[in-house]
């Protein structure tokens, strides 16, 4: 049991290029979601999917896009890479919520992206 | 913009002194979670909080729920120099069925 994998682990960019982001997790959770984390900011939610074939955008979706084709993979893309966003980039999936409540998020290692 | 907030943005103490964050919500919230970050590394699940008035406690950890549901706080009894970190805490609405994440309160523990 892996958890929550992401890879690269670093990434360097230039500006105006694509790449996409990679995460995977194999505890069977519906939801998935994208953050990054930038210093004095904490996490922000860039997009997230309750389940195959449905996503959602976050807090700052602008410049990414997801697709969630199987439960296991959330792959993000940068359409177009700037220097706002140099960032670490925080992959979580958990179950999804019933009731009253909800579960608890598990984090990938994270990918340190630059944009220069 | 930002609708958790979190205080103090950085604390440092003296191993074996107390230490406490806050976070305060604009609008009430149905949970928070709070996470550990150590250094380089990424956020690990601490405990979550549901009902009005919650107390938990894990350890030297004490973690409260207010009664209106839109603040919480962390306390640590007696730092461990193993306490190092950042502490996030997490409100979850299921209107808007996201996290919103507090800025964080990074510990430092002078030993």
């Known amino acids: 049991n892996a958890g929550v994998t992401q890879t690269p682990k670093f990434q360097v960019l230039k500006t105006g290029q694509s790449m996409t982001l990679q995460c995977a997790q194999d505890?069977?959770?519906?939801?998935m979601s994208w953050y990054r984390q930038d210093p004095g900011m904490g996490l922000r939610l860039i997009h997230y999917?309750?389940?195959?074939?449905?996503?959602d955008q976050g807090e700052v979706p602008n410049g990414y896009n997801v697709s969630r084709s199987t439960t296991e993979d959330f792959p993000l893309r940068l359409l177009s890479a700037a220097p706002s966003q140099t960032s670490v980039y925080f992959c979580?999936?958990?179950?999804?919520?019933?009731?009253?409540?909800?579960?608890?998020?598990?984090f990938g290692p994270g990918t340190r992206l630059t944009v220069t | 913009g930002q609708q958790v907030m979190q205080i103090p943005q950085y604390q440092h103490v003296q191993e074996g002194e107390d230490f406490t964050t806050y976070c305060n919500s604009s609008?009430?919230?149905?949970?928070i979670q709070w996470y550990k970050q150590r250094p380089g590394g990424h956020p690990v699940f601490l405990i979550q909080?549901?009902?009005?008035?919650e107390v938990k406690k894990q350890k030297r950890l004490t973690f409260q729920f207010g009664e209106a549901k839109k603040n919480s706080s962390l306390h640590i009894t007696a730092t461990q120099t193993t306490d190092v970190g950042t502490y996030f805490c997490?409100?979850?609405?299921?209107?808007?069925?996201?996290?919103?994440f507090g800025t964080g309160t990074s510990l430092t523990v002078i030993p």
């Open positions: 609008t009430t919230l149905s949970n």
């Open positions: 979580a999936s958990r179950l999804f919520q019933t009731g009253t409540g909800t579960y608890e998020q598990y």
């Open positions: 505890m069977n959770h519906e939801y």
């Open positions: 999917s309750v389940g195959a074939g449905i996503t």
């Open positions: 909080l549901v009902k009005s008035g």
């Open positions: 997490a409100g979850f609405r299921f209107a808007g069925n996201q996290f919103y």
